[in-house]
């Protein structure tokens, strides 16, 4: 789309008033803002996101760079100066970044060092797009656009009238090369910056193509020019090329990577640019966004509401990034973060599965199935490669994050019915997790022994997150029973998972009606404060963690005295202040203070420990509660705005949250093919799966006021449960719900309309 278009949806969007219904989306890519979520700090995140310029799962993104070297908040939206543009592997500001280097335009004098070339801009002049950014770098005079593809990108500099005008090349510190080739008007390189997660050989190469000839040409390295040589290697090096200009001419440049070779690099650069001009990539780009994008069409919600799906839908195709290429001859390969070879097959990496396991990946397994193939693929290569499956990976093992939450993605592939993968070894490096513990304590299982033998991790051992460890440990073990019965397993092998399953009930604290960590002896650690963060729980607290029995809600509704004292306890978490104990760590995190000033109670919905426990009221028979307060977290915890999320994004997770909670649905329990009811955002939905069945939710009456659900018909018979299955989305069909502004408490309240629980379905 040319300028002139994209003004045009600005304009028209922005002159609808907020209440105003959208009718149809037909551009979707045009309503997402890439700047949800960048206003953010370490003290506060609304989203600790950047701008990722990218296709959908790309293995190169490119952003805008305001922060220094290394410094993980890489672009804040309150800066008001640029350092370069980009290439960035960054899954989070916490994990860092790996593989970047930064180009940036400049005029004058040459200007290379980060410092010296930074610029003044504003966001007035600022178009950021899945497919395309563009901002005025001030103190250059220069319009700078970028376009993506998956392993390369195109810049445009639009210069002034100049004989001193540059592009500079960073290659960033801890060992970087650079050549200068300016018979090719090419410069070619590798930096080795990263974070971790890497082996000793690795390296991102990178190739530099422009369209016009270089009237000057200098390499450098530190703050000194080298004026004598066109090729430098150092521990931080870089290049400067300079020409003259005209005003408004338009200097373009190619740019790909590779972590496998130099050669791949100009291979990647040939396969994915070849003779394409700007503007083509730019259309294949918006072409490539709207073909994922448009597999969710919504209707029937203010323009703000419309912002946030397609903004939130965008976050939930980025991570995991394609960490393959494609060799000379169309076969896959993958440079190994693992042990520095050059392997065939599927890689993908930058992810927390401690994170992402809860809605993520289900909403894969749903809409991507072939991609959740492919991911699979990459977690059986892993565990052949290092030995262990992936739980924080970028690029390689991250000692980041509790659990083994990779069984529950494995496992809810599976049971959902997709194949095409190594499943026989996934479960070999499943089955390897729950009895050993890794090299670092976030792969196999810290604690393993004890929980093995007592039933749980001990809180006086001194093994952090203690009692986190146990329960997640104990969903993990559910989702393995679930897939060994799929695989006709042996009955012993099922039984062992059967019973450990069941282990969270050993934290159960019957005098709090709360999870507590508990001593090697048995007895339960004292004293106990269920405010208390951190200590024997992960970044939350007893009343956040209590609920992390995802298999098993029944079961810990009849430890609690039954249904209706299970809704007294969910109703608390709203009703108490949000105080708080961070002794644990020494001062407020920054989950704490998102917390503190939602306005939620103990509800902390921007970090992911509790982000389901909304829909557990659909298993004790008041569903109309999690009606209301799902609408309340829609409404005021999210908007398609820089301060747009009340916490980490989390690699798609707490979009996720938001795409599945607008469609009115949510998989609270992975490794069941069930997906838990809450309410519909909008008046209408039409998904269109990867089969090419198509399922529509039409919500009449929706509205502002009108949350709650009234009646439910699927395919033209009434409908009663609190939950649908994955066969049925999948099979196509239309749901039906009448809304209404008072809550039907006759509705989803007998045993036949509640979700999966172990001990209802399979008490033995």
Known sequence: MKRFGLLAVAFCCATLSKAQEVSQVTDPVEWVNPLMGTDSKISLSNGNTYPAIALPWGMNFWMPQTGKIGNGWAYQYSADKLRGFKQTHQPSPWINDYGQFAIMPVTGTAKFTQDDRASWFSHKSEVAKPYYYSVYVADADVTTEITPTERAAQFRFTFPTTDSAFVVLDAFDRGSYVKIIPSERKIIGYTTRNSGGVPKNFKNYFVLVFDKPFKTANTWHGETLAKDTLEYKADHVGAIVGFATTRGEQVNVKVASSFISQEQAELNMQRELANDDFNTTKTKAKEAWNKELSRILVSGGTIDQVRTFYSCLYRTMLFPRKFYELDAQNKIMHYSPYNGQVLPGYMFTDNGFWDTFRAVFPFFSLMYPTLDAHIMDGLANTYKESGWLPEWASPGHRN???????????????????????????????????????????????????????????????????????????????????????????????????????????????????????????????????????????????????????????????????????????????????????S????????????????????????????????????????????YWIRQVLDRLYHATPDGYCGDEDNGQTSAWYVFSSLGFYPVCPGTPEYVFGAPLFKHAEITFENGKKFTIDADGNSKENFYIESMNLNGKTYDKNFITHQDLQNGGQLQIKMADQPNKSRGINNAALPYSFSRVEKR
């Open 584 to 627: 644990y760590y020494g001062g407020v995190i920054h989950e704490i203070r998102e917390m503190q000033i939602a306005g939620m109670g103990q509800y902390a919905h921007g970090n992911q420990p509790i982000q389901h426990m909304i829909y557990l009221y659909n298993y004790v028979g008041a569903p109309w509660k999690a009606q």
């Open 400 to 582: 980041c994050m509790i659990g083994s939450n990779s069984a529950s993605l494995i496992s809810d592939a599976y049971i959902k019915g997709i194949r095409g993968f190594d499943i026989n070894t996934l479960y070999e490096a499943i089955l390897k997790n729950t009895e050993n513990e890794g090299p670092m304590t976030s792969v196999g299982r810290k604690g393993v022994d004890y929980y093995n033998k007592l039933g749980y991790v001990p809180y006086d051992v001194k093994i952090n997150e203690n009692a986190a460890r146990t329960l997640e440990y104990a969903y993990d073990d559910f989702t393995i029973y679930k897939l060994a019965q799929a695989l006709n397993r042996p009955k012993a092998e099922i039984a062992r998972f059967a019973k450990r399953n069941q282990n969270y009930r050993n934290l159960y604290d019957p005098s709090h009606k709360l999870m507590r960590g508990k001593n090697k002896d048995g007895q339960f650690q004292s004293p106990f404060n269920p405010f208390k963060w951190g200590d024997a729980f992960t970044e939350g607290n007893s009343w956040h963690y209590t609920w992390s029995v995802f298999h098993d809600i029944e079961g810990l509704a009849n430890l609690m005295g039954g249904k209706a004292e299970m809704v007294n306890m969910l109703d608390s978490v709203f009703i108490m202040p949000p105080v708080f104990d961070d």
